[in-house]
């Protein structure tokens, strides 16, 4: 991360790859000291292609899977927690 920011003039502090845009998953994945197989490597891919493919927008994490969910699940939570 700290090799990434070196020569940017806007500070990052990215926690998790859910906070990163393509161009930092790319420079991540080619500068890692800890490599992945071809084989996790294409599953991820084949996972990344279908959630961009899909029309949802909420996703949940249920089981060690992404599952799409209703956009108004937390609507509820949301709007209690704001007033």
């Not at 500070?11 to 859910?18: A, D, F, Q």
């Not at 292609?49 to 209703?70: F, H, P």
């Amino acid at each position: 991360m700290h090799d990434y920011i070196k020569d940017k003039e806007v500070r990052v502090n990215i926690r998790h790859t859910g906070e990163c845009n393509r161009e930092q998953l790319l420079h991540f994945s080619r500068n890692s000291v800890c490599s992945i197989t071809e084989k996790i490597q294409s599953n991820y891919s084949k996972e990344g292609e279908k959630l961009l493919s899909s029309n949802n927008l909420a996703r949940s994490w249920l089981d060690g899977k992404i599952v799409n969910e209703k956009e108004t699940k937390d609507d509820r939570f949301i709007l209690e927690h704001v007033q």
